[in-house]
C-alpha cells in the first residue's frame, strides 16, 4: 500500500469514508499530475488507474477482496443519464471470474464469490464518450451488503451455476438461467477464451459472476436516495423464501388459484374495476395477482431483468400474434458482434410468460412460466441474426417492388427459421432508419423499421406446451 494514502487498510469505515472523497471529482483531479502516465489499455481501466493512483495499490485478480484486511472488493462502474435527472447502470456489473474446475468443489459460504464480493465499494462515475475517460465525473460512492431477501436470490442463482457446472454443462450457461447473479461472457475477449470444464470434454466459454444490469439500478438507487415508490415488492418478508424452492415458486404459486378463471372473473375477485381496453390491462392484473398496486413495477423482475409478456392463445394453443422485440438499426446492427448484439441480449433474457386462452370471446388464464431460451436455441437462432447483417452489409434489402408500391425484402422469414424472424415494426412507411449501405434494387438510403420476432409456432411448441 502507498503510504501516501490516508486511510487504515484494516478498517472498512476509514476505507470508504476515504473513497467518498472521490465524489464530484475526476481521476485527474482526484489524483493530481502522476496519472498522466497511467499506460493502461483497454476496458478495464478506469478501474486499474483508480486502484493504482488513487488507493495505492498494483491492480491485480487475485481471489482475495481488494482490501482484504477489511474484507472489501472495489468495483467502479459507469453510468448513464435519464432525461429526469436519476442515474441508471450503463452496463452489468462484472466480478470475478468463474474457475470450472474449483467451483464444484465449493459450498456458497466457502465460495471464492462469496471471499471476494460480501462487501462491495462501490464507484459510479458518468460515461461521457466525448471525454477522456480521467475527466469522467464520478458521481456515486458508497458501500454494499447484500440485504436477507437478496442474499437468498443470490445464493440461489449461485447454486444454480454451481449445479450446472456439476452436470458438465458449463458450455451452456446463459444469464436467463439466473435472477440477480448472472454468469456472462467477457466481451470480444470470451470469443477467443475458452476453458476447460470437469465432466464434459466440450470446452466452455470464459464466463464471470456479475450482478445483473437490474440489480446494479436496484443499488444505484439505493445510494442515490432516488424515490422507489413505483416499486413494489412481490417478497416483502425474507422468510417466505425458507419455505419455498426459490422465487420462481413463490411467483406461480399466486397465480394458481386463478388458473382456469376469465379474466374478468379474475379482476372481481380481486375487487377491481379495470379498463379492459386499455393497454396496461393484463400488466394490471399481473399486478393485482402478485398483491402490487396498480402502475407499479415488480421489484424483483425489475432487480432480474426479467422481460414480462401476456400471450393470448388461440383455442388450438397458437399464440395470436408472434411476439416482437424492440427496433434494431441498422448502422448499429452491422457494428455490433454476436456476443454484445441487443437480439443475443435479449435471447438469454430470463422471461416470464402470462398465458391467456380465448374459449369464444372470454380470456381464460391457463398458467404462468418461467423460461429461458435453451443454448442449441440461441444458437439456431443466431442464423437469422447472421443473415440479416450479411443482407444489410451487401445493400441486398429488396426483392422486389409490387404494383402497390409494397416492398418484398430479402431479410429472414418465419418459413426459414423454427424460432425467428425479421418483420417490419413501425408507425408507418416514413418510419425508418439509417441504412450503412444503400439498397441496390431501389437505391434507398434509409428503411423502414424493423425488428426480430418470436415465431408464434416456437412460443406454442417450446414454451406452453412443454
Known sequence: MNNKRNFDINSSNSI???????????????CGSEIEKHGYKGKGNFGQILEKFYFGYEPNSDAEPDFKEAGIELKSSPLKTLKNGEFRSKERLVLNIINYLEVHKENFENSS????????????YLHDKDLDLLDYIIKLVDDWKYPNEDLKIIKHDWETINQKIKDGKAHELSEGDTFYLGACTKGSTALKSYRDQPFNKEKAKQRAYSLKQGYVNHIIANIAQE????????????????LAESIEDVVISKFQPFFGKSAK?????LGLELNSKAK????????????????????????????????????NNLPKEDISFPTFKYQELVNTDW????????????????????????????????WNMSYSDITEAKSVWDKMIETISKGEIVKEVTKKGIRKTYFPKKTKNRISHVRPHARNAEDTYDLPVADKLTGLTEFTKHCFWLNASYVKDEIYEK
Open 16 to 30: 470508504i469514508e476515504f473513497a467518498k472523497q472521490l465524489k464530484k471529482q475526476s481521476l485527474r483531479q482526484a
Open 113 to 124: 464469490f462469496w471471499k471476494k464480493n460480501a462487501h462491495l465499494l462501490l464507484v459510479f
Open 227 to 242: 424515490e422507489t415508490a413505483v416499486y413494489g415488492k412481490i417478497i416483502e418478508q425474507p422468510e417466505i423464501l425458507d
Open 265 to 269: 372473473q379474475i379482476e372481481q375477485e
Open 280 to 315: 396496461s390491462y393484463f400488466a394490471n392484473l399481473t399486478n393485482a395477482i402478485l398483491g402490487l398496486k396498480l402502475g407499479q413495477k415488480i421489484e424483483e423482475f425489475e432487480k432480474a431483468d426479467i422481460i414480462v409478456k401476456t400471450i393470448r392463445l388461440k383455442e
Open 339 to 370: 456476443e454484445n448484439s441487443d437480439f443475443k441480449n435479449i435471447l438469454e433474457s430470463k422471461f416470464f410468460f402470462v398465458f391467456y386462452q380465448f374459449e369464444g370471446k372470454r380470456l381464460i388464464l391457463r398458467k404462468v412460466k418461467f
